[in-house]
């Protein structure tokens, strides 16, 4: 079973430049080493504000237990001493860090591989209520439905927390041209028009009636702070 590992960190404004500095050096030891514990960085703005998120694709829970944790991958790459200075000095423009493990719902998704490569990502993020995860994967699916039914070209990957909220979906739709999130349909468009006014909303209706939080994001590929192996 496939799982994707993320490693959010959110970084004080006056901080990012020496915070991206530090994790540069990091990734570029790590890439002259050739170094095997790869990840793919991207920074994310949103209704929670700039963050930056490391992303790793694991194979299964056992392959995620042998890995290193990041600490002990930058002491290990710089020496105790150098790596614990790093760390602490990365460390100071942290206000706030989340990680989390999530499942692949290939059940939910038409994108067959997590789409870490792309530059730009267009990351919806939804909590559902405590008993409304159904409702929320329903909504997911007829949204899926949807696109396909009116010849809407956008690929999604629904990933859902495995640990961490384990109420919480990431739909992820890679954007390879910007200019065509312009013209994209908006959610309840896309389900007036495939299903009719009435089932499109009753669609809509009842699907968000199931959700607690929901926020978009836009995720930037960021090689210069990656190893992506």
């Not at 939910?108 to 939804?126: D, F, H, K, Q, Y």
Request: contains cysteine; negative net charge; aromatic residues 4%.
């Amino acid at each position: 079973m496939a799982l994707i590992s993320v490693l959010r960190h959110q970084v004080q404004e006056g901080a990012i430049a020496r915070y991206e500095r530090l994790v540069r050096y990091v990734a570029e030891r790590a890439q002259k080493d050739d170094d095997t514990s790869p990840w793919s960085a991207r920074v994310t703005t949103g209704a929670s504000g700039r963050s930056i998120a490391y992303i790793t694709t694991v194979d299964g829970f056992a392959d995620l237990a042998s890995r290193e944790e990041p600490d002990a991958m930058i002491r290990r790459l710089l020496g105790e001493a150098d790596g614990t200075a790093i760390l602490e000095a990365i460390g100071d423009g942290v206000v706030g860090s989340q990680q989390l493990v999530a499942t692949i719902r290939e059940d939910l998704s038409n994108l067959a591989e997590p789409p870490t490569g792309v530059p730009m990502i267009l990351l919806t993020r939804i909590r559902a209520t405590r008993d409304g995860t159904l409702g929320v994967e329903e909504l997911i699916r007829k949204v899926g439905e949807a696109a396909t039914k009116v010849g809407d070209e956008r690929q999604t990957l629904v990933l859902q927390t495995a640990i961490g909220e384990l109420r919480t979906y990431a739909v992820a739709q890679p954007v390879l041209d910007p200019s065509v999130l312009d013209s994209q349909a908006t959610v309840p468009e896309l389900l007036l028009e495939a299903f009719g006014q009435a089932e499109g909303e009753q669609i809509f209706g009842a699907g968000t009636a199931c959700i607690e939080h929901v926020e978009t994001e836009l995720s930037l590929a960021r090689p210069d702070l990656s190893n992506e192996g």
